[in-house]
């Protein structure tokens, strides 16, 4: 019984990432770079982005269709054809990127902090996933982390210096700024900002 959980568990992820593969080939696959944000929630900061950087392909990606649904209809209404908007979380984006395609900005805003201990293991600032997107990203690509929890802060610094791929930038700010819903209900922030070596 269990092995046949597990066997349709893994089809279920074959089949989800093989239909990524298809949608990121056709939105990736004219340009081989681009600018990647991942909890893009409702679009508001990639849009925003995307509208001031003209010649640079955008991919937002966020879990919840209902999130992707808004962003995309924000999309379509700015007429931005170099922005797209993904269902799909981290992991499954890095296995299904076409292999020519390189980041050059990552852009991680307020992402759900998951504060007890336990629940640690579920933030996105770790190591397995900071190689994993080194090793798709341009030589000089920057990754740009932004919370209001400054324990998570702490954490996520800590992980970048035990990084050999990416070294934490002194000067902490966005290229861009256009504040996010997250943003604007915070009392205060912190950002981080890494360079890929």
């Not at 007429?79 to 908007?85: R, T, V």
């Not at 990754?143 to 802060?153: A, G, I, N, S, V």
Request: with cysteine; hydrophobic share 40%.
């Amino acid at each position: 019984m269990r092995a046949n959980h597990l066997n349709e568990h893994t089809a279920i992820i074959s089949a989800r990432r093989e239909a990524l593969c298809d949608t990121l080939a056709r939105i990736i696959g004219r340009s081989d770079r681009f600018v990647w944000e991942i909890g893009s929630g409702h679009g508001h900061f990639l849009t925003a982005y995307a509208a001031a950087h003209p010649d640079e392909t955008c991919v937002g990606i966020d879990i919840a269709s209902e999130r992707v649904a808004r962003a995309d209809l924000k999309r379509r209404r700015s007429k931005l054809e170099h922005l797209h908007f993904v269902r799909a979380d981290a992991e499954d984006f890095l296995a299904s990127m076409p292999q020519n395609a390189r980041f050059t900005s990552i852009f991680i805003l307020f992402p759900d902090p998951w504060p007890k201990r336990r629940h640690h293991k579920n933030r996105i600032m770790k190591h397995q996933f900071l190689a994993g997107v080194a090793a798709r990203s341009a030589k000089g690509a920057q990754l740009f982390f932004r919370t209001d929890h400054e324990p998570y802060l702490r954490d996520a610094a800590s992980v970048l210096r035990e990084n050999a791929d990416w070294i934490q930038e002194e000067t902490a700010t966005l290229p861009f700024e256009e504040p996010t819903v997250f943003q604007k209900r915070a009392a205060r922030y912190f950002t981080l900002v890494a360079i890929r070596r």
